[in-house]
């Protein structure tokens, strides 16, 4: 493990406290699939790494499958970087689909993945084909109509952005925009936050949208559903290279699981968290774990950091915040 420990406030101690009792304890009595089965929607021809990265990171914290939904092109490259993940070259581009291709003939194959799945992440390598982006708004559709929990980054924030019926009042949406893309969230619902501090901006954000948790990734994460906000304040890295959001979106998804082994109870605990609470939790503690990767990269790594440096800490980040780290 890590022999420095991470840097934080005494409030993200105490959140993290609180995270942890959201994390299932390793039972014999588990069986596959308890922990969390999460699926990555994204992958097309020119982005393979994005879906790579979140699924791998989703993996790598202990969720017991992890699903990419891509693109045929995506499908075999990312194949090539991990046989632990399962690889469905479900999507279409519009260059590379047939005349019978339609969204919603597309979408209804991933729609019946559903069932078999508990969190999803829409976005990463997505593009802005505008057949893809039309599947995943009908997916989109569909979890909903489940209750199902999903995370949108990348290109899946341009359809929070394009089409905000898809999430408005959604409680079980979670967007994590970088700055570029928080600003164009904000513009896209006539907002103004300039001004207004990290926190007050997400919180405002995020009840423009009814609700949705808004993660606002930056130098501190500001994380808001509107009512309550929270600061993820952890050191991080200082090389900012393409894909660390990626890392962000697959340990959320991994978060959202374990939310729902502790609502189903498959272990003993004493239920004090509801749901509302163990979102915005889910929301920090996948915060937190990215912050404590990205710091523990740059540290080996300096300038020639990259995003699979990332995935390589994310065991460690986990076991520095919740297992070997100082008592919080």
Not at 154 to 182: H, R, S
Not at 249 to 260: D, I, M, Q, V, Y
Not at 299 to 323: H, I, M, P, W
Request: charged residues 25%; neutral net charge.
């Amino acid at each position: 493990m890590s022999s420095e420990s991470p840097k934080m406030s005494q409030s993200t101690k105490d959140i993290l406290l609180k995270v942890r009792k959201m994390i299932p304890p390793m039972l014999e009595k588990f069986h596959k699939g308890q922990m969390g089965r999460v699926a990555v929607i994204g992958g097309s021809e020119d982005y393979t790494g994005a879906p790579y990265f979140s699924a791998m990171a989703s993996a790598r914290l202990g969720c017991d499958m992890s699903h990419v939904i891509c693109e045929p092109q995506a499908a075999q490259v990312i194949k090539t970087y991990s046989p632990n993940l399962m690889v469905h070259p479900l999507m279409r581009q519009s260059t590379h689909a047939s005349t019978t291709d339609s969204a919603s003939s597309i979408a209804k194959s991933v729609i019946e993945m559903l069932p078999r799945l508990h969190v999803l992440v829409i976005g990463p390598g997505l593009g802005r084909d505008k057949l893809m982006q039309e599947t995943c708004a009908k997916v989109i559709e569909a979890a909903r109509e489940r209750g199902m929990p999903f995370v949108l980054d990348a290109d899946g924030l341009n359809l929070a952005q394009t089409k905000p019926e898809l999430v408005q009042g959604y409680k079980e949406c979670i967007l994590t925009p970088n700055v570029v893309e928080f600003g164009r969230l904000c513009k896209s619902k006539g907002i103004d936050t300039e001004g207004l501090e990290g926190g007050k901006a997400a919180e405002k954000l995020s009840n423009a949208f009814g609700g949705v948790t808004i993660v606002k990734k930056g130098k501190e994460d500001w994380i808001s559903n509107g009512e309550r906000t929270f600061v993820s304040d952890i050191e991080g890295g200082l090389k900012r290279s393409g894909g660390q959001g990626d890392t962000l979106t697959g340990t959320l998804a991994t978060f959202l699981g374990w939310r729902k082994a502790y609502l189903d109870k498959i272990w003993e605990h004493d239920g004090a968290l509801d749901e509302v609470e163990l979102l915005a939790l889910a929301a920090f503690g996948g915060s937190a774990v990215t912050r404590e990767c990205s710091r523990l990269a740059f540290k080996k790594k300096g300038r020639s950091l990259q995003a699979s440096d990332l995935t390589e800490e994310v065991y460690v980040a986990f076991r520095n915040l919740f297992e070997d780290g100082p008592k919080l």
